[in-house]
């Protein structure tokens, strides 16, 4: 009889331990998840060429949701804009390298530029803008 109840107590032991073990991970993994990124001024510069041409939000080829996902649980974009009036405009440079994409905010003439890396096929960050 106390053969088992040591049994019993080496299976909660070890399920205590794997539990543990768990939630360490998912703690880490979850501080090590990267934040959209703010752009610097001379890396949006270098994203700006001789003319940016309007283009339709269809014409995009990138797909902005899941960026705008990380960008609203950084509490960077508002929770409370319906996703049909998010995408404001869309730019892209006369070489066709980068595109700009403008997203409404809560507040009037405010947006998030996020630039895009067509060759590269990913968002290079935000940054603020003021009109």
Do not use: Q
Not at 3 to 30: D, G, P
Not at 81 to 87: A, D, F, G, P, Q
Not at 100 to 114: G, Q, R
């Amino acid at each position: 009889m106390a053969m088992h109840h040591y049994l019993r107590l080496s299976f909660i032991l070890l399920f205590v331990i794997t539990s543990c073990f768990c939630i360490y991970f998912i703690i880490k993994k979850r501080r090590n998840r990267k934040a959209p990124k703010l752009l610097s001024a001379e890396k949006y510069r270098s994203s700006m060429t001789d003319g940016m041409k309007e283009i339709s939000s269809n014409d995009s080829f990138f797909n902005i949701w899941p960026y705008v996902s990380e960008l609203k649980a950084a509490k960077i974009l508002s929770k409370k804009i319906k996703e049909s009036e998010l995408v404001h405009k869309v730019y892209r440079n006369s070489t066709e390298d980068f595109e700009h994409i403008l997203l409404a905010t809560e507040k009037e003439n405010h947006f998030v530029k996020v630039v895009v890396d067509r060759t590269k096929k990913k968002a290079m960050g935000y940054l603020f803008l003021d009109l």
